[in-house]
């Protein structure tokens, strides 16, 4: 007896749970970018020089980014497929990401 169609109903299995935690990566990913900066708001107001309520509007602003752009994801997606914008805001994200490290002023 052949054990091809074991090792093709594992490596599906495999595939699913890859899948599975690569959508899950990608859905918290907005999310935890906001629990990891909330509690640096008062260090980012130190090291920038400005106060605190004029760093909480750069937080308002990733949120309202991040659900304007949920609102634009979706036609986009049917329109251009999920895999090319998925890749496309992965890529946006990372490269935002840097810049935003390397930046020197608010």
Not at 51 to 62: A, F, G, K, P
Not at 65 to 93: E, M, N, T, W
Request: glycine share 8%; net charge positive.
């Amino acid at each position: 007896m052949s054990q091809e169609p074991i090792r093709i109903v594992k490596n599906l299995r495999a595939r699913k749970i890859v899948f599975l935690v690569i959508l899950v990566m990608m859905s918290v990913s907005g999310l935890i970018g906001s629990d990891i900066y909330l509690p640096m708001l008062p260090k980012i107001s130190s090291i920038f020089g400005k106060t605190v309520d004029q760093t909480q509007w750069s937080l308002t602003i990733y949120l309202i980014g991040l659900s304007v752009s949920q609102i634009i994801h979706g036609p986009l997606c049917d329109k251009f497929g999920r895999k090319k914008l998925a890749f496309f805001g992965i890529s946006l994200y990372l490269i935002a990401s840097i810049g935003c490290a390397l930046s020197d002023t608010f």
